[in-house]
């Protein structure tokens, strides 16, 4: 009997011993982890921007006289960017013919940007160099030039359209007196360096187009923009200021009536 007792308490001791052991894991489990809040060391990582892209695609095309310049660029960097395409030109005797401007595009990281271009330069003859650039962020980056042997636009006929244009602090809209039969080509020529202005296509059955810019205070007041169809093409001249005042509602007024009548 005693025998008996003697296994049976030896086995309660022992379970008893578990239950300590195991209450007290669970306590120095408990008043570790909230030591662990009390005295964290906040532990920051710090992850590197990278600004990095690449062209994965580039190709030209003529459109009678003019350029037309496509590229896709992939941002493979960690940052957004607005981001430009832009070429310059350059006759045979490295002579600038010009910046050309595609519109600002916003290429988020993993995303690919799609840019368009026109090239157009007025009675010229010969050959001409293009020498791709993109901006994006604070990066600049040139490309591989490009050289087409012939370019002619010395023969164009004048288009036959009239053109008027409004002036914005922001953009130029160009207005037609009729609604076009094909798509025309609006190419600023020669536009200063530090001056953004792309070039556009306006399409068919269309009465306008917005043209953006952006253009340093007290730069030149002036720029011609050559309108084309690739075959027949005329000059317009867009004089700049460089204050505006706010319009009152009386000129408001006259503007609208003036649209239409």
């Known amino acids: 009997m005693g025998e008996i007792c003697y296994q ?3 086995r309660v001791l022992a379970k008893g011993d578990r239950v300590k052991k195991l209450f007290l894991a669970l306590t120095i489990i408990f008043i570790g982890s909230t030591l662990m809040d009390v005295f964290a060391i906040p532990v920051l990582v710090n992850i ?3 600004l990095t892209g690449h062209f994965s695609y580039f190709n030209y095309t003529f459109k009678g006289e003019v350029l037309e310049l496509y590229a896709v660029w992939e ?3 960690s940052v957004t960017c607005d981001t430009y395409f832009m070429v310059k030109a350059y006759d045979s005797l490295n002579t600038s013919l010009g910046y050309f401007w595609s519109e600002k595009v916003n290429a988020p990281p993993g995303k690919a940007a799609n840019f368009k271009l026109y090239v157009f330069i007025p009675n010229y003859n010969g050959s001409i ?6 901006y994006y962020c604070n990066e600049i980056e040139d490309y591989s030039s ?7 636009s010395t ?3 004048p288009l036959p359209l009239n053109i008027t ?4 602090p922001d953009k130029i809209v160009f ?3 009729e609604s076009l039969k094909k798509e025309i080509y609006v190419v600023p020529v020669k536009q200063p360096p530090g001056w953004i202005i792309p070039s556009t296509a306006a399409p068919v059955f269309s009465k306008q187009v917005a043209v953006s810019y952006y253009r340093p205070k007290n730069s030149y007041k002036s720029l011609n923009f050559y309108f084309t169809d690739g075959y027949s093409g005329r000059a317009i001249t867009v004089y700049f200021k460089d204050e505006w005042e706010k319009e009152s509602l009386w000129q408001k007024l006259l503007s609208f009536l003036k649209k239409l009548f």
């Open 8 to 10: 049976s308490c030896r």
């Open 75 to 77: 941002n493979i960097g």
């Open 165 to 168: 244009y409004e002036l914005y």
């Open 48 to 50: 590197k921007e990278s």
């Open 129 to 134: 160099t293009l020498i791709p650039r993109l």
């Open 175 to 177: 207005l037609f007196n």
């Open 155 to 157: 023969f164009m006929h």
């Open 146 to 152: 490009l050289t087409i042997e012939k370019y002619n």
